[in-house]
Every structure is written in C-alpha cells, then in structure tokens.
C-alpha cells in the first residue's frame, strides 16, 4: 500500500501541515521536527505525488529558461553549460526543476513565450541575453508573469541580477592598455543585445582615454561565426589586440590568428569574458573577466522563488550586482607568444 503525506504525519507525530512545509523546504520549521520527519520519509521511501501538490498549490514545480541560438549554436558553449549546471545545482533538493527551451530566431522565440503564458506549465521563467527593446520583458510584465532577469535590465523596473558590464569592458580594455598594445579593437556579439553594447561602452571609454579610435565589429554567437568575423576584422583594422565578447567566440579568434599567422601575444592580444574551462586550452592561458556566474545564478533563482512564492510581494524590484574579476594569463602579456 503507497504510503501518504497523513501516514508521513502520524508516523512522525507531527501535523500534516508540517510535513507540507518540511517537503518545501520551509526553513521555519524546527530543526528536531524536521529531522524527525526526514527520518520517517527515508525510513518509509516516500516518495511525494507531484500531481497531487501541483493541483493543491496551482504550481508546476518547473522553472523555465528559454536560450535563443541557430541549431548547433549552444553545443560547445561553456556559458550556457555553467548556467544550466548552476540552476540545477541550486534547485536540488528543492521543489523545483528546470525546464529549458532553445528557439532559433525571433518568431519561434515569440510562439515559445505566448505557449508558456498560455498553458502556464511553468511557475517562472529566468530571462537572459536582454534586447535593447525587449518585447520578452513588455509580455511578461502586462501578465504578472514570475520572472527575474540576468543582464541588464536599462530603466525597467524588474528584478534582475547581473555584472557591472560596463566595468567589466572597460577593465578588460584598460589591461591591454597597460600591457603596451594600442590598436586594439572589440569583437561584440549581435546588435541591441545589450551586454554586448554594455562591454563595448566601456571599452569606448577605456581607449577613447587615450586618444585611440574605437574599431568595433559585431558577430553572432558561436565559434564559427567569430572565427569568420575575426579574419576579417584582422585583415581590415590590423589590430594589435581584440578584446571578445566571451570565452567560446575568443577561440574563433584563436583559430583566425592561426590561419593568418598572427601570433599570440605578441601580435595580437586578446581578453575575453567569462572566465570558463576554454581559457586553459590556449597554451599561453586566455586572459578573461570572471564574472562569477555562481553567484549570479543562486541571487537569480532565491529571488525568483521569492516572487514565485509571493513571500515579498510589495517588494520594490531591484537590480543586484555581482562583482566581477580579470584573471591573466599569458594571452595578453607580450613576450609570451605561442610557438608554432
């Protein structure tokens, strides 16, 4: 006979509603209470009726992330590895489980949405990549849909978490700077995406400090598409050093500058963002922002629980940031040239 939440009750002693809470992961339950229920549970291999808690609590137990990239665009990428991996590191042993979409362009990225408010089959949604004008954001808000956005939320009022992108450009710049380059250029992802346009400002404001003239050229995301647009870019402005939007599209640099027998570093530097396992498959070591994505993802996902669970619901929305980091390594010191 299956067991219940009631004989879960009576077994530990304890109320139903309690045993309601310590399945949730209610921190307010006391610590003797929750053991003693926790011991019951493993000792009676109970296993909770999803079906039955998301028809009582009208909740679904998913949280939704929805990643925009042509086919083949998210298979080698460490950021979206590290984020996915993050969010369900954080919701285990919670209530919750991740639910991920990938759209291939605007219009499938317009139907996924409208499904979701639609059908409601997932409790919140954590947005990334924000646009310049981000009908995401206009469709979530005119629905009171649970949502908490990493990146740049620009003058909406919403809940978000993020870096300092503009720091984090500038910064990367200003390194190559000090480290004797002065050609140096920026290789942004598409435009209106807006932590591409935040790094590039302050890249802008780093070179501009010197007299240099920006050289700013946009890529899609991905290695192959960097790589493409990094040949040209080499061919046509000659830089002596590129700052890249992230890890994965700096390794298309790398393969570029190989194809065209630029040397790194000592031809060309680079810096890039995010500081992923990528930076360690470039013999000299690829100088990167670490933006702490950890962090980002665990403030992301506590605050949208929050909302989900209306536990502030007359919270004013605000904007936390989480500091980031450059960690060099030889792709941005000269002298230290990968041999061939």
Do not use: W
Not at 6 to 35: H, K, M, N, W, Y
Not at 100 to 125: H, K, W
Not at 135 to 159: A, H, M, S, T
């Amino acid at each position: 006979m299956r067991v219940t939440q009631l004989d879960i009750a009576r077994f530990a002693r304890v109320s139903q509603a309690t045993v309601s809470r310590v399945l949730s992961g209610d921190d307010r339950v006391e610590p003797e209470l929750r053991g003693r229920v926790l011991d019951v549970i493993r000792l009676h291999n109970y296993q909770p009726d999803v079906r039955a808690r998301s028809l009582r609590l009208r909740r679904t137990g998913l949280i939704g992330l929805v990643l925009k990239r042509p086919h083949g665009g998210l298979s080698d990428d460490p950021f979206f590895a590290a984020l996915t991996a993050g969010i369900m590191d954080f919701l285990c042993g919670k209530p919750y489980h991740l639910c991920v979409d990938v759209v291939t362009d605007e219009a499938s990225q317009e139907g996924i949405y409208d499904e979701m408010l639609r059908t409601r089959r997932v409790d919140g949604l954590i947005l990334v990549e924000p646009e310049a004008a981000d009908e995401r954001i206009n469709l979530l808000q005119k629905d009171k849909f649970p949502f908490v956005l990493i990146g740049n939320p620009k003058n909406e009022r919403i809940n978000s978490v993020d870096n300092d992108n503009v720091h984090a450009g500038e910064i990367a710049a200003q390194h190559l700077l000090d480290g004797g380059y002065r050609r140096i250029a920026f290789l942004a992802g598409p435009r209106h995406i807006t932590v591409s346009d935040d790094r590039i400002e302050g890249y802008r404001r780093a070179v501009q400090s010197v007299g240099q003239s920006p050289i700013v050229a946009h890529s899609k995301f991905g290695f192959e598409a960097a790589r493409e647009s990094a040949i040209d870019l080499i061919e046509l402005e000659k830089p002596d050093a590129i700052v890249v939007l992230d890890d994965f599209m700096a390794c298309g640099v790398v393969l570029a500058a190989r194809q065209l027998n630029v040397r790194i570093p000592d031809q060309l530097g680079l810096v890039a963002f995010n500081d992923s396992s990528l930076c360690n498959l470039l013999d000299v070591g690829l100088t990167s922002v670490s933006l702490g994505i950890e962090n980002i993802v665990q403030a992301a996902i506590c605050k949208l629980l929050e909302v989900i669970e209306e536990e502030a619901p007359d919270e004013i929305p605000v904007r936390q940031i989480v500091p980031c980091e450059l960690k060099v390594r030889g792709s941005s010191r000269m002298g230290q040239a990968v041999s061939r």
